[in-house]
C-alpha cells in the first residue's frame, strides 16, 4: 500500500551485508508504517535477483508505485537511509 519500497538484495555469505544488516533493521524500524522495507535472499531467489539486475551485494532498489526507481548508492546507514 506504501508508494515507497525500498528492498535489500543480499547474499548470506556477504561481509558487506553482514555489516548493513543491523543498519537495515534499524532503519526499518524507525520508517515503518511510512515506508516499506523488505530483503530478497539472491541465494535463495536468484531469478528475482535476476530479473532486477542484482550485480553486487548488497544492493537497495527503491521502487515507487511497484515499479523500481532507482539504486540506493548514498551512505549506508540508518540515518542516511531514513533520511532518503
Given at each position: ?8 538484495f543480499f547474499a548470506p555469505w ?11 533493521e534499524e532503519a526499518a524500524t524507525?520508517?515503518k508504517g511510512i515506508v516499506t ?48
Amino acid at each position: 500500500k506504501n508508494d515507497v519500497m525500498m528492498i535489500k538484495f543480499f547474499a548470506p555469505w556477504s561481509g558487506h551485508c553482514k555489516h548493513l544488516a543491523p543498519k537495515y533493521e534499524e532503519a526499518a524500524t524507525r520508517l515503518k508504517g511510512i515506508v516499506t522495507m523488505a530483503e530478497v535472499d539472491c541465494s535463495l531467489q536468484v531469478d528475482l535477483c535476476l530479473k532486477y539486475e542484482i550485480m553486487g551485494h548488497p544492493s537497495l532498489l527503491v521502487f515507487r508505485h511497484s515499479e523500481p526507481y532507482f539504486f540506493y548508492d548514498g551512505q549506508r546507514d540508518a540515518d542516511s537511509l531514513v533520511s532518503l
